[in-house]
T-cell receptor, first 116, second 112 residues
Framework: DTGVSQDPRHKITKRGQNVTFRCDPI?????LYWYRQTLGQGPEFLTY????????KSRLLSDRFSAERPKGSFSTLEIQRTEQGDSAMYLC??????????????FGPGTRLTVL | AQRVTQPEKLLSVFKGAPVELKCNYSYSGSPELFWYVQYSRQRLQLLLR??SRESIKGFTADLNKGETSFHLKKPFAQEEDSAMYYC??????????????FGTGTRLTIIP
């Protein structure tokens, strides 16, 4: 297992286009998170899945954003009608409930989105 | 709502000198605190967590609830410590959502 993977690593699109990102978590990790990171900021939480259920969405996630995890394995994040303000690094993280009170989240390399 | 503050965006330290990266948080409950590190061209990775009380790569961090701080320290800096460091807080939400709230990060540069 090579860890959390994300595809594509880079995406350049024109304003108004739709984009979709994919995240493959570590095998058997039942928890999956999406974060967004803009220049000079730390990652900000977008949404969380436990297995296939999307259990929380941040207010940052406008109606143009949708995320799925159909079989409780990989996840997709789609942005419709992209805007220049959507330009950011989109990070995926996964974890598995263990003995620690809070699980360690393992991050993927991220997808860098540039909206022209 | 929770908040994490890292007052220093940039920190330069000479090799062999002590390092301290500051982190303050605000949260009304009982948080869990973490330090994540991102080396050049690598992904974000966990460095240490307060609950483990471990020393990782010579770094330690003590949770001070009175001062709401979780400063990261290392007595003797090494060149390989140059990286971006993020302090993060986890507040367990409903359904086990342990989302992390990150600070803005501190870029540490070790001067040879």
């Amino acid at each position: 297992d090579t860890g959390v993977s994300q595809d594509p690593r880079h995406k350049i699109t024109k304003r108004g286009q739709n984009v979709t990102f994919r995240c493959d978590p570590i095998s058997e990790h039942n928890r999956l998170y999406w974060y967004r990171q803009t220049l000079g900021q730390g990652p900000e939480f977008l949404t969380y899945f436990q297995n296939e259920a999307q259990l929380e969405k941040s207010r940052l996630l406008s109606d143009r954003f949708s995320a799925e995890r159909p079989k409780g394995s990989f996840s997709t994040l789609e942005i419709q009608r992209t805007e220049q303000g959507d330009s950011a690094m989109y990070l995926c993280a996964s974890s598995k409930r263990g003995k620690a009170s809070t699980d360690t989240q393992y991050f993927g390399p991220g997808t860098r989105l540039t909206v022209l | 709502a929770q908040r994490v503050t890292q007052p220093e965006k940039l920190l330069s330290v000479f090799k062999g000198a002590p390092v301290e990266l500051k982190c303050n948080y605000s949260y009304s409950g009982s948080p869990e605190l973490f330090w994540y590190v991102q080396y050049s061209r690598q992904r974000l990775q966990l460095l240490l967590r307060h609950i483990s009380r471990e020393s990782i790569k010579g770094f330690t961090a003590d949770l001070n609830k009175g001062e709401t701080s979780f400063h990261l320290k290392k007595p003797f800096a090494q060149e390989e410590d140059s990286a971006m460091y993020y302090c993060a807080l986890s507040a367990t939400m409903n359904f086990g959502n342990e989302k992390l709230t990150f600070g803005t990060g501190t870029r540490l540069t070790i001067i040879p």
